[in-house]
């Protein structure tokens, strides 16, 4: 499932707005040894900036 989080720069007031997922695969053939069969895959996409009024 989806989630949106916001993240502030220090020291500014710029609001980062992200959206980021992810989902259970199996894990590829030349995996290393530590690696378990299934491994969790996620992906993060910048969705934009708030520019905050005060902190």
């Known amino acids: 499932s989806r989630e949106s989080f916001r ?8 609001l980062h707005i992200y959206e980021g997922w992810a989902w259970r695969e199996q894990a ?3 995996k290393p ?4 069969e299934t491994i969790t895959q996620a992906n ?3 969705e934009g900036i708030e520019h905050l009024d005060e902190l």
């Open 44 to 46: 993060v996409s910048k």
């Open 7 to 14: 993240l502030r720069e220090k020291g500014t007031k710029k």
């Open 28 to 30: 590829p053939e030349d």
């Open 33 to 36: 040894d530590w690696m378990p």
